[in-house]
């Protein structure tokens, strides 16, 4: 393959892993693969004297989705020239002042500020044109609402899940396959919620890194009404004084900018926050901005990632474990090795698809390293065998398992419909907090129970009490935990319908999933368990994937009797709906951009739903109205809804005609 083939590989290689990762928050390829593909694509790039369209080296990050408004960035966000060279960044510093600070490993947030009050927040996007996410930026948990400056003030920052916020949502995740990947991704997909409910539920953290404006509109201090700074670090103090909290950061000349770099170094590992690396900034602005900028890389700053420390060891085996949907996930054993301070010994190799493409076997000699210093991974194969058997038989059970394809990802999955992990895995998620909220059924527990007969479906919690004697000699039991327990299985009586829909294990489907289709039902279940997918697909917030699994789920007869055997059991506490004033009764609405009078579109949702009507994700030929702001604009919901006929009224002419 000569280099201009291969060139055209990379890229495709490339956008496609660029696309999953920052557009759909999933990862398909490793960062330590990607570094590898764009260094050799840089290479060839350098050696050929030819960039080809659509090469990443050119472009900045990737389009934004179409779900949220997209609103053009005042100032272009450009990313940053990299080395992991510690010598080239004295080299780079030379004789001037820089700031070193943290490269935080979340999702880059413009705000803007006036008259003291957040007006709006807008994700970096393609750099050029971002997602609003106002409403979500509001539920950051250190983020401050109303500041004392009161001019116009722009700044740039990561919003970020610690390590600790991140393991205790997947902590509550049952299905493997389900995890979040990393905070970042986790990260990515709370900002870009379309309900912030999901958003304030994952605690996201905001840091400021860079003010772009300070305008106070009056002149007074300032040149032209335009606050100046002739430092980074001023500039930094400036939004420590408002409320921010800003990125951790060290002043460096050449002559410490190593020890620094020793600093953050040793730091890492503990960090509560991910970090990919460190930026370093001429502190003078103005000389920096001298510099200019090259057709992606501000020349004013450069990034720094970690070298990763790689060890070489021998894969020992294959551990295979299986979930409560059936998924079996790879994860390696191998000779322990010393990475970053502690000793490793097993990484998760996630799906087929990824054991296909590193072509193990069992005696490979593999190399290893902690992506971000924290996860370990296997960076490469070099033996590649390609000799590891794909268990055709369930480790649980015994089942016959099988290898399916889903978003061009493969994965294993056991058939059995009874097996033992997954009923395990099952109940565990019905009595989790989330769920039935059952307290004193460990994972543990629940296993001698099932493994004892007590314990068949679900409905069979409820009647522990047929075991009292048999519990009470059970190791770790006695009168005090027996009681216990009981008093928790019969509180848990009382519950909610989204609560119970969760509990049922159906795939994708969690807690904010369920109140979402509840609430599009009025809570009638009879409605929910016989909706198409289509209908479902409408609901804002659920989507094809989503809808497929809970079709898929009510379509079995064994599960609709187990739902109605189950609410047998349970108190549902009933959601009334009034139905006094239902002027929009059979009326489907669908909204799109900024809203000015409510403050997100859940509140118009609620709103519209009060009033008889529906909100669908989607603008088809059973659409009353589309509600936007920009009524002229050229969005694809405008579009869409001139090509059907369907009417797009602006907010304000929504208010005038149905809310008096």
């Known amino acids: 393959m000569n280099s201009i083939d291969r060139m055209k590989e990379l890229i495709v290689i490339l956008q496609e892993a660029s696309k999953a990762y920052y557009a759909e928050d999933r990862e398909i390829i490793s960062n330590f693969e990607y570094d590898k593909l764009y260094d050799e694509l840089v290479k060839l790039e350098e050696e050929t004297g030819t960039t080809l369209a659509g090469s990443p080296t050119l472009t900045v990050g990737y389009e934004a989705v179409d779900e949220l408004p997209k609103e053009t960035h005042e100032s272009p966000m450009l990313s940053l020239d990299k080395t992991k060279d510690r010598e080239a960044l004295k080299e780079w510093l030379k004789e001037k002042e820089g700031i070193l600070s943290w490269k935080l490993d979340g999702l880059t947030v413009v705000l803007t500020y006036e008259n003291g009050k957040l007006l709006k927040a807008v994700t970096r996007g393609s750099g050029e044109v971002g997602e609003v996410v106002t409403n979500n930026a509001k539920t950051f948990v250190n983020l401050p609402l109303t500041i004392p400056y009161k001019g116009k003030l722009i700044l740039r920052g990561e919003a970020v899940i610690t390590y600790e916020d991140f393991k205790k949502i997947n902590d509550e995740i049952e299905d493997a396959q389900a995890k979040y990947k990393n905070p970042r991704n986790l990260c990515s997909g709370s900002v870009r919620q379309l309900n912030n409910e999901v958003t304030k539920n994952r605690r996201v953290r905001f840091f400021a890194f860079s003010l772009v404006k300070a305008d106070d509109g009056e ?79 501000p020349r004013d700053a450069i990034a720094f990632k970690w070298a990763d420390e790689m060890r070489e060891t021998t894969l020992l085996e294959m551990e295979w474990s299986p979930s409560r949907t059936g998924l079996i996930n790879p994860v390696a054993i191998f000779e322990p090795v010393e ?28 190399t290893v390293y902690k992506a971000n210093m924290i996860i ?23 089942g016959k398992t099988e290898v399916r394809q889903i978003n061009e990802v ?68 006695g009168e005090k935990s027996y009681k216990n327990l009981i008093e928790s299985v019969e509180n848990a009586r009382q519950t909610t319908l989204p609560k119970v829909i969760y509990s049922l294990g159906i795939a994708n489907i969690g807690l ?6 509840c609430k599009e039902y009025k809570y009638n279940l009879r409605d929910m368990v016989n909706a198409t997918v289509e209908e479902l697909s409408r609901i804002d917030g659920v989507g094809a994937v989503i809808a497929g699994t809970f079709y898929e789920y009510f379509k079995e007869e064994k599960h609709r009797q187990l739902v109605e055997t189950l609410l047998e059991e349970l108190h549902i506490a009933v959601e009334t709906v009034d139905e006094s004033n239902q002027i929009l009764a059979g009326k489907a609405f669908a909204i799109t951009g900024s809203l000015e009078h409510f403050e997100n579109r859940n509140q118009l949702k609620e709103k519209i739903e009060s009033l008889g009507g529906k909100v669908t994700g989607s603008v088809t030929g059973k659409t009353f109205a589309l509600i936007n702001n920009d009524a002229a604009s050229n969005s694809s919901k405008n579009k869409k809804a001139r090509e059907l006929g369907v009417e797009i009224m602006t907010e304000r002419e929504f208010l005038d005609k149905y809310v008096k």
Not at 265 to 272: D, L, T
Not at 512 to 517: E, G, H, P, S, V
Request: charged share 25%; net charge negative.
């Open 219 to 297: 002149g007074r201090n300032t040149e032209d009404g335009i606050q100046k700074f002739t430092t980074n670090e001023s500039e930094f103090e400036f939004l420590k004084s408002l409320g921010f909290e800003v990125v951790e950061y060290k002043k460096v000349i050449a002559e410490s900018i190593l020890d620094n770099i020793r600093y953050f170094e040793e730091k890492v590992a503990g960090y509560e926050v991910p970090s990919d690396g460190l930026v370093l900034i001429y502190d003078d602005i103005a000389y920096g901005k001298s510099l200019g900028r090259t057709a992606k890389f």
């Open 339 to 366: 990475l970053e301070g502690t000793t490793v010994s097993r990484a998760s190799v996630h799906n087929i698809s990824i054991v296909k493409g590193l072509k193990l076997g069992i005696g490979d000699t593999i």
């Open 376 to 398: 370990p991974q296997i960076a490469e194969n070099l033996t590649m065998s390609d000799s590891l058997e794909i268990p055709e038989c369930c480790p649980a059970c015994g």
């Open 410 to 477: 493969q994965s294993l999955y056991c058939t059995n419909a009874e097996c033992s992990a997954k009923k395990i895995k099952a109940f565990t998620l019905f009595v989790s907090r989330d769920a039935l909220n059952i307290e004193g059924l460990s994972e543990a527990t629940l296993e001698k129970f099932i493994a004892k007969g007590f314990l068949h479906d679900f409905t069979d919690i409820f009647h522990l009490d047929k075991y009292e004697d048999e519990i009470k000699a059970m190791e770790g039991f």
């Open 512 to 517: 904010a999933n369920a109140k979402m289709i």
